[in-house]
Nanobody
């Protein structure tokens, strides 16, 4: 029901900022809780952040709490991940995900984007 396309990744230095965007197609974007995951090189995909359907509830992995901010603009069918104070350990492919749920956070996303590479050099 929804297609997701990430953008905004790139190569930056430690301490820099990036804002990732995830553009969603479909008529029911506001019905989906949204989230970001990442997969560092050589490791499995892990949770980064999620946001409830209306944007009122957000959750973050401890590793990014205080540095990253997830937000959404339902009128634009877009979810964002503002990434500040980037560290080399943030290097990963970042994936956008969606789940049709009434819960305030993701549990089993049904839809995934193709990912965008974020590389943070020291």
């Amino acid at each position: 029901q929804v297609q997701l396309v990430e953008s905004g990744g790139g190569l930056v230095q430690a301490g820099d900022s990036l804002r990732l965007s995830c553009a969603a197609s479909g008529r029911t974007f506001s019905n989906y809780a949204m989230g970001w995951f990442r997969q560092p090189p050589g490791k499995e995909r892990v949770f980064v952040a999620d946001i409830s359907r209306g944007g009122g509830v957000t959750n973050y992995a401890d590793s990014v709490k205080g540095r990253f901010t997830i937000s959404r603009d339902n009128a634009k069918n877009t979810v964002y991940l503002q990434m500040n104070s980037l560290k080399p350990e943030d290097t990963a492919v970042y994936y956008c995900a969606a789940e049709a749920t009434s819960n305030v956070r993701l549990s089993d996303p049904q839809f995934w984007g193709q990912g965008t590479q974020v590389t943070v050099s020291s």
